[in-house]
């Protein structure tokens, strides 16, 4: 069964500095998500690409954190400079465009340490 | 934001059904009740969606009331494996609004 896959695992960075995640979508799924995640909550949508598109971005702090999602490919999240505040769950998604086979798939997540 | 509200936890005997309920009193004619659930440092995982009529597959039942104002995932043998948070979404699937919002969910323990 295809799979979202997400890379690092777990990382732990200093504040100030950057820190990047990488995710590897389902082959075909139209629609991205990056997901933010902090302990004891549910996930909270940070960004949301249609295509190449940004479909919505409203709750992404946009003076630290920055989302791309190439043509065809991968999509990355970039956070710098990381914050203490922003030791979380990263979470991305993938699903269908339409109204059929449209549930989302998310991969394992990237667990990050801001110390 | 989340458009739904769910207990915060639920306890189930182990083999029991369990029950999960969701209100969404606010839905629209066009959105699509989605159930997920996170087991433990895994990322989320679809279980079942409908619009109005009941659905079955492999891992649960989804129970929509006629007025689509709640609905109700079931599990009919709860394992211990079916401990996790379970999140109840609408979708207005089709239309430039679709997202994927969670709220808290219900934790849900299946006990032995």
């Known amino acids: 069964e295809a799979e979202v896959a997400q890379s690092p695992r777990y990382k732990i960075t200093e504040k100030s500095q950057a820190v990047a995640f990488w995710c590897d979508p389902i082959s075909g799924h139209a629609t991205r998500y990056w997901y933010r995640q902090i302990l004891g909550q549910g996930p909270e949508l940070l960004v949301q690409f249609q295509d190449e598109s940004v479909v919505d971005d409203s709750q992404l702090p946009k003076d630290r954190f920055s989302a791309e999602r190439l043509k065809g490919v991968d999509s990355t999240l970039k956070i710098q400079p990381a914050e203490l505040g922003d030791s979380a769950m990263y979470l991305c998604?993938?699903?269908?465009?339409?109204?059929?086979?449209?549930?989302?798939?998310f991969g394992q997540g990237t667990r990050l340490t801001v110390v | 934001d989340a458009k739904t509200t769910q207990p915060t936890s639920m306890d189930c005997a182990e083999g029991r059904a369990a029950n999960l309920p969701c209100n969404h009193s606010?839905?629209?004619?066009?959105?699509?009740v989605y159930w997920y659930r996170q087991i433990h440092s895994q990322g989320p995982q679809y279980i079942i969606h409908g619009l109005k009529n009941n659905e079955t597959n492999e891992m649960a039942s989804l129970i929509i009331t006629e007025d689509r104002k709640s609905s109700t995932l079931i599990l009919p043998h709860a394992t211990l494996r079916d401990t996790a948070v379970y999140y109840c979404?609408?979708?207005?699937?089709?239309?430039?609004?679709?997202?994927?919002?969670f709220g808290p969910g219900t934790s849900l323990s299946v006990i032995p």
């Open positions: 979404i609408v979708r207005p699937l089709g239309t430039s609004y679709d997202k994927v919002i």
């Open positions: 606010t839905i629209s004619g066009n959105e699509y």
């Open positions: 998604a993938s699903s269908f465009l339409g109204t059929v086979n449209t549930e989302a798939f």
